[in-house]
């Protein structure tokens, strides 16, 4: 049996990742901002969330299927969108892609992709949706807009919460951004823990290194370099006004991810979205936000069915999703589970991060005494007292 195999959670993935890839790279995947609280409270919440089972009732086959904007999908969790995934491992966005089509869910696919959204579109056998930041402005994000329409991605989802990128100090610590941005001369200190891991090293330079940003195409015609990225991100995020030339440009339906109250929630309906992701970016933005699933009956609530509500941040267990639908989620999105699967084994990480999430929630489901996905209610848990 291989490692991969023997790997029955998503903490096994990630000590499968930690020891395949350089500590850098582990800890661009693994770290959140500041002194990581709100990563760690991510988790907390879940914790502190206790189920409410029905006994002694006989589920032979628990329905994990869901509809999402349109979408059947096999279960009710789609692949976050994960930035620089190609420097994970060369399979990158396309790998993750054909994994979650082979497994009957969604993609969502980064702007800060390393592979050109044509390919990782056509990779997919399942829908795709497409993350836009306005990285460098709104001509670069104009043309990303038309090239993902012409591709036939489904969705479109707009992140509001990166005006400015969060101190992620592991990350800074560890220098990921001199490895992605520095002179060839400040690499040096990083050979050492790259010659460590062979195997990642090798197939990193027989795919070119440093890849580009290739749907960030910038005003004179040249893809973004990753060197160029954080000037870029600065020129340019989005404001609420955007939406009046990004919807001349999408006719589609809108995600607007990073909502965490329930003026944002309002506000986004008022704007048209045809779904809300509740998230704090996995608490690699804003250190000492709220939990995303603290928040979560605030912004149903506040969204009073006018649009899908959608969660992610700190999904790890098949049981964090039940707990998510019961209250109120439609479905839940996951990054790092899946990226450590990807850094560990590329393609067929992926494939297992999300049989270990499927089989996590069969289990929790029957256990529960729940038929399917959409009868979870909060009668079936218990929330911490206050």
Same mark, same amino acid.
């Given at each position: ?12 993935? &990630? ?11 582990? !800890? ?15 988790? &907390? ?14 589920? @032979?086959?628990?329905? $994990? ?18 930035? #620089?995934?190609?420097?994970?491992? *060369? !399979?990158?966005?396309? %790998?993750?892609?054909? /994994?979650? %089509? ?6 969502? $696919? ?10 990782? +579109? ?22 990303? $807009?038309? &090239?993902?329409? /012409?591709?036939? #991605?489904?969705? =479109? ?23 992605? &941005?520095?002179?060839?001369?400040? +690499? ?5 823990? $790259? ?56 006719? %589609?339906?809108?995600?607007? +991810? ?28 804003? !250190?000492?936000?709220? /939990?995303?699933?603290?928040?979560? *009956? ?24 039940? +707990?998510?639908?019961? =209250? ?9 589970? #899946?990226? #450590?699967?990807? %850094? /560990? ?11 270990? =999430? ?18 979870? !209610? ?5 929330? @911490?007292?206050?």
């Amino acid at each position: 049996m291989t490692k991969l195999a023997r790997a029955i959670n998503i903490e096994d993935l &990630r000590a499968l990742a930690r020891r395949r890839l350089p500590q850098v790279v582990f !800890d661009y995947i693994d770290g959140g901002a500041e002194a990581e609280v709100t990563m760690r409270e991510n988790r &907390r919440a879940f914790e502190a969330v206790t189920f409410r089972p029905r006994q002694a009732v006989s589920n @032979p086959a628990c329905d $994990l299927r869901t509809r999402v904007l349109g979408h059947d999908l096999s279960m009710p969790v789609l692949l976050a969108p994960v930035g #620089y995934c190609r420097v994970m491992h *060369p !399979d990158g966005e396309i %790998g993750a892609a054909r /994994a979650a %089509g082979a497994a009957g869910t969604a993609c969502i $696919l980064s702007t800060v992709s390393g592979h050109r959204l044509e390919a990782v +579109k056509a990779a997919s056998t399942g829908p795709m949706w497409y993350q836009l930041y306005l990285t460098g402005g709104r001509e670069p994000g104009e043309n990303a $807009l038309r &090239r993902a329409r /012409a591709a036939g #991605y489904s969705a =479109l989802v707009i992140s509001i919460d990166t005006n400015v990128l969060g101190l992620r100090e592991r990350e800074a610590r560890g220098g990921m951004e001199v490895l992605l &941005r520095g002179s060839p001369w400040s +690499k040096i200190p990083f050979l050492p823990q $790259l010659f460590a891991h062979p195997r990642w090293l090798t197939r990193f330079l027989l795919d070119g290194g440093l890849p580009t940003m290739p749907n960030i195409v910038m005003p004179d015609g040249r893809e973004l370099r990753v060197s160029h990225a954080h000037t870029a991100l600065r020129r340019g995020h989005f404001v609420w006004n955007d939406l009046r030339w990004i919807r001349e440009l999408w006719p %589609g339906p809108i995600v607007i +991810k990073g909502v965490l109250t329930a003026e944002d929630a309002r506000r986004s309906v008022a704007e048209g979205a045809a779904a809300i992701v509740v998230s704090n970016h996995g608490g690699r933005q804003l !250190d000492g936000a709220p /939990a995303s699933l603290r928040v979560l *009956p605030e912004i149903v609530a506040a969204v009073n069915g006018q649009a899908e509500v959608l969660m992610d941040s700190g999904i790890r267990r098949g049981a964090d999703v039940v +707990k998510a639908l019961s =209250l109120g989620a439609r479905a839940v999105l996951c990054g790092r589970a #899946y990226a #450590y699967g990807l %850094g /560990a084994a590329g393609e067929r990480g992926v494939a297992r991060a999300l049989e270990i =999430l499927r089989d996590d929630l069969t289990r929790t489901l029957t256990l529960l005494g729940c038929p399917s996905v959409n009868a979870l !209610d909060p009668s079936y848990i218990e929330l @911490p007292k206050t």
